[in-house]
């Protein structure tokens, strides 16, 4: 174990950069140091809160020379919750540091020519706040108040904190959030403890479709029951006019994953409607869909941008979701397919087609790296590939298909830069990249999506 410093001590440190997380970092006789809450070029008191080999861990004391990008955060728990990590740092200097975010990660990986890429500067927001359209608040009983509390874990922990005002949670999803909490209180509910493995009601899921204004809450609870289901609805179609469909849905396994298999219906509809870019989306409980429609149209339009379409071309739209891009290009391509893992997206995305009257796509359930060597076995063969994969970014399977048989050119939006890196890396042996374009869909937190043009070489 390193001896350079001890837990507990207090140091003076310059912090020279930004780290993956928003942490500052800096170095003390060469032991690399990460210290949330603090910014590039400011001199700071910091206490060691934990120590490795490679690396410690710090908490800030004191700020001895404060950076100019400065600001004071807005929210009252914006240090305990976890769920922001930039609130202290100004906007347009947010913009800057999540092109530098990506920068540093091609540094890193070394994709082929990744010197001479051409990053552009990143489109960020007007007001970036209050623009997520999603709360998923986890519930407990204070044990002090014995009162049902909403909010967020603190970062790395299960210790909850209580939230009733997020600032950037789109204000209606709030309001109906603290409704419902009240009523879980009104009607005594039992709240899930995850020590004591007790108890039904766990995790409350708020979504708000901005442009139709239609809100759907989703109970996510241990166990199929639900005492007071009617007296609750009842009271909530009274108090909450703009929900318009409420659902349950039951994970009974002790996992970090919020929502189970089973969802059922219990009131109103079981989907509501979303759009973006002029067409219209139905979202399922259990549907992945952007958490900032805002920028989202800006990401798509980036995307659209990218692949550059013409009218005999045909496109693959991987980790397709609801359908959101490729129902954004398929009036631009002589055929669109999709797929995804989950069932009840594609059959969304297939209604959503359907809606729209676009005959011109063709919606699978299973993944890219199965589907994708299927369909050219069959004579399928894309001109164009768009993907949009979790933060795990590429399946190592998918990126030897690809390199296999290349299409012609390829969009690669990506949610996490490091992933993003790596896969370049990979790609860059059949693709040349063309540029990449930062997009910022979640102001105030170290996440960054980018929108990166690729063409077969």
Known sequence: MTTIVKMGQTIPLKIKRLGINGEG??????????????????????????????????TLVKILKES?????????????CGGCQLQHLSYPAQLDFKRDLLKQSLEKFKPENYTSYELRPTLGMKDPWHYRNKAQFQLRQNPQTKRVEAGLYRADSHDLVSIDNCLVQEKQTTNVMNTIVQLLNKYELPIYD????????R????????????????????????????????????????????????????????????????????????????????????????????????????????????KEETVVDAYCGVGTIGLSIAGLAKEVRGMDTIEQAIFNAQENAARLGFSN??????????????????????????VDPPRTGLDSK???????????????????????????????????????????????????EVVVKLSKK
Not at 68 to 80: I, L, Q, T
Not at 194 to 201: A, D, T, Y
């Open 25 to 58: 970092i800096g170095y003390y006789k060469r032991l690399i140091i990460f210290v949330p809450n603090t910014l590039p070029k400011e001199e700071v008191q910091v206490k060691i809160t934990k120590l490795t080999p490679k690396f410690a861990e710090a």
């Open 398 to 448: 998918l990126l030897t298909a690809l390199k296999k048989q290349p299409p012609k050119k390829m969009v690669y939006i990506s949610c996490n830069v490091s992933t993003l890196a790596r896969d370049l890396k990979e790609l860059t042996t059949v693709f040349t990249v063309d540029y990449l374009q930062s997009v910022d869909m979640f102001p105030q937190t170290a996440r960054c």
């Open 203 to 310: 995790t409350i899921m708020v979504r708000i479709g901005i442009q139709t204004q239609e809100i759907q809450v989703v109970f996510i609870t241990s166990t199929p029951k639900f005492p007071q289901k009617n007296a609750l609805i009842r009271e909530m179609n009274q108090r909450l006019p703009k929900v318009v469909s409420i659902m349950q849905n039951v994970q009974s396994k002790k996992t970090s994953l919020i929502m189970g298999e089973d969802t059922f219906h219990l009131w109103g509809k079981e989907a509501i409607e979303e759009q973006i870019n002029q067409v219209v989306f139905d979202l399922s409980a259990r549907a992945f869909f952007q958490l900032n429609p805002q920028q989202t149209s800006v990401l798509y339009e980036e995307g659209i941008k990218a692949l550059d379409l013409k």
């Open 68 to 80: 100019k990008e400065r600001v004071e955060p807005p929210c009252s728990v914006y240090e305990a």
């Open 361 to 386: 796509t063709h919606y699978e359930v299973g993944t890219a790296e199965e589907l994708l060597p299927k369909w050219f076995k069959e004579g399928f063969k894309p001109d164009a590939l768009i």
């Open 194 to 201: 995850e020590r004591k493995n007790s108890g039904i009601f």
